[in-house]
């Protein structure tokens, strides 16, 4: 079946460093890959996200690019603030109407 | 424009009970969606509703049911709770179930 696979947590960083958070991916059919962030006591908001091979997803500064030859849709950002601490999901979704198969999250902690 | 609206915000239940959650969509959007989301986990989806009937459902017992009205909001209701049931759950809405689903921010049901 469908399913996602996240590098596992939790990531501490200290505010300005390089941010990556693996997303690796399987699925039967050509999915539309998302990034979801959820922050303390609250549900889940779309960070962003990629519907083809090769498509560069991008908000707030983080980017994510998708990869069909490696199942793959790596999110990163460059410079991280404190106020970046949260959850983040990886997501596949492989035809519209259809629902989402979320990845395990990844908590990222940012120290000042 | 109010956003998905979910209630109650927590509930603690006992084993064997039976609870009965609400979802109100984002305004415009006719499909609703239900997902449970574990403690240190990913969501799982649950089922989604349209036009008033189930249109998909994950892989949860029948004791997991639910409902739509003609405004679009949304129960979803668990019978004989079980310890496992404890969880955030999660409702988000969609046009048709189509491009993004937004998310309330969730019930925090505890089943003591």
């Known amino acids: 079946g469908d399913s996602v696979t996240q590098m596992e947590g939790p990531v501490t960083l200290s505010e300005e460093a390089f941010l990556t958070i693996n997303c690796t991916y399987t699925a039967t059919g050509y999915p539309s890959l998302f990034w979801y962030v959820q922050y303390p006591g609250e549900g889940l908001q779309l960070l962003l996200k990629?519907?083809?091979?090769?498509d560069k997803g991008s908000n707030k500064g983080f980017e994510a690019t998708y990869r069909k030859e490696t199942t793959s849709f790596h999110l990163e950002k460059g410079s991280v603030q404190v106020s970046d601490s949260a959850v983040y999901f990886c997501?596949?979704?492989?035809?519209?109407?259809?629902?989402?198969?979320f990845g395990p999250g990844t908590r990222l902690s940012v120290l000042p | 424009d109010a956003g998905v609206t979910q209630s109650p915000t927590h509930l603690i239940k006992t084993r064997g009970q039976q609870v009965t959650l609400r979802c109100s969509p984002k305004?415009?959007?006719?499909?609703v969606s239900w997902y449970q989301q574990a403690l240190g986990q990913g969501p799982q989806f649950i089922f989604q509703?349209?036009?008033?009937?189930?249109?998909q459902r994950g892989n949860f017992p029948d004791r997991f049911s639910g409902h739509q009205f003609p405004n679009y909001s949304s129960e979803l209701n668990v019978n004989a709770l079980l310890l496992g049931d404890s969880a955030l759950y999660l409702c988000a809405s969609s046009w048709q179930g189509e491009g993004e689903q937004f998310f309330g921010p969730g019930t925090r049901l505890t089943v003591l």
């Open positions: 990629a519907t083809k091979a090769d």
């Open positions: 509703y349209y036009e008033e009937e189930e249109r």
């Open positions: 997501a596949l979704r492989v035809n519209y109407g259809q629902n989402f198969v």
């Open positions: 305004s415009g959007h006719d499909t």
